[in-house]
């Protein structure tokens, strides 16, 4: 797949000596949805902030569509489209007149049929006449992603789009992102929510101390790095295990009544057979049996603790 941005050996020292990046190697496909995930502090923001020609690096190169960010600052600029993450619209503004004025800002001439298709994706079509300061939260973030839109960018930064937003909101917010996608706009976006992640990304980059660690296919992520338990409830409680099952490593929570396997999913069924052979041998009767997957939040906590 074509390669739409690139960061090549990026670093970012303040003149305090704080540094915010450390020889930073990214590379961002065409039409993807990438994830970037990391703590408070971890450099995500001075990252995107980059690329967007708002920070300059120390050191290194970031090229946008083939133009570098620095040089051909102008070219850059107008193919990426930037939602940060406070809510920083002109209150006593129409939608109308905010979202055609942020077109004018990069000298787009005016495209009233776009921009009408645009405010009807994002269900803003019957508040265009409205001022931003009488809209909710959720519909002000949507004008937020409007006006980054306006001048048709090929690459949407969205900087924690559902922060403050409620989970019926935040879906929304999900579906305009695919929506997005299909149309052909790359989106990179940071977040929080581990579950916005792995509801909508195609990649994964989990960025700590500003470093960039670990680039991955999500998918592939969580084939290769999640893990799966087995869980066993008993018909009754039981005092302690058998010694017939300590091999197994299992765990006895919920009043002694339920047993927990943790494995990986490379491995086997071998083992389980096994285990559930024991079961059996030790008499123990069971209720049910069910299994459960690693979630990526799970194997997102799981990859810092690896990385400290």
Not at 91 to 101: D, I, P, R
Not at 146 to 174: I, N, Q, Y
Not at 215 to 234: F, P, S, Y
């Amino acid at each position: 797949m074509t390669t739409i941005v690139s960061v090549k050996n990026v670093s970012k020292v303040y003149k305090n000596g704080y540094q915010a990046l450390a020889s930073v190697n990214w590379d961002i496909r065409e039409g993807e949805v990438m994830a970037l995930l990391g703590p408070n502090g971890a450099g995500k923001t001075t990252l995107i902030s980059m690329i967007c020609g708002i920070v300059t690096p120390s050191s290194g190169s970031v090229s946008v569509c083939g133009h570098d960010i620095i040089s051909e600052f102008k070219e850059t600029r107008a193919k990426i489209g930037l939602v940060p993450q406070e809510l920083s619209v002109h209150s006593f503004e129409s939608v109308w007149t905010s979202v055609t004025f942020s077109r004018g800002l990069f000298g787009k001439p005016p495209n009233p049929e776009y921009l009408e298709e645009l405010l009807k994706s994002l269900s803003l079509w019957d508040k265009k006449d409205q001022k931003i300061m009488t809209l909710s939260g959720g519909m002000k973030r949507r004008v937020l992603i409007a006006k980054a839109l306006s001048h048709e960018p090929s690459v949407l930064f969205l900087d924690e789009p559902t922060a403050g937003v409620d989970v019926e909101l935040r879906k929304d917010m999900w579906n305009i992102v695919k929506n997005l996608q299909k149309k052909g706009v790359t989106i990179i976006l940071t977040t929080h929510y581990i579950e916005e992640a792995e509801a909508i990304a195609d990649r994964i980059s989990v960025i700590q101390k500003g470093n960039i660690f670990l680039t991955e296919e999500k998918n592939t992520l969580m084939k290769q790095l999640g893990k799966k338990q087995l869980r066993i409830e008993l018909k009754k409680p039981i005092k302690s295990l058998p010694k017939s099952l300590s091999k197994f490593h299992l765990e006895l929570t919920d009043n002694n009544t339920l047993l927990t396997y943790n494995f990986d999913k490379k491995d086997d069924s071998g083992n389980i057979t096994k285990l559930l052979d024991e079961i059996k041998k030790s008499k123990l009767q069971f209720t049910d049996l069910s299994t459960k997957q690693s979630s990526l939040e799970e194997i997102f906590v799981q990859l810092l603790k690896e990385n400290v």
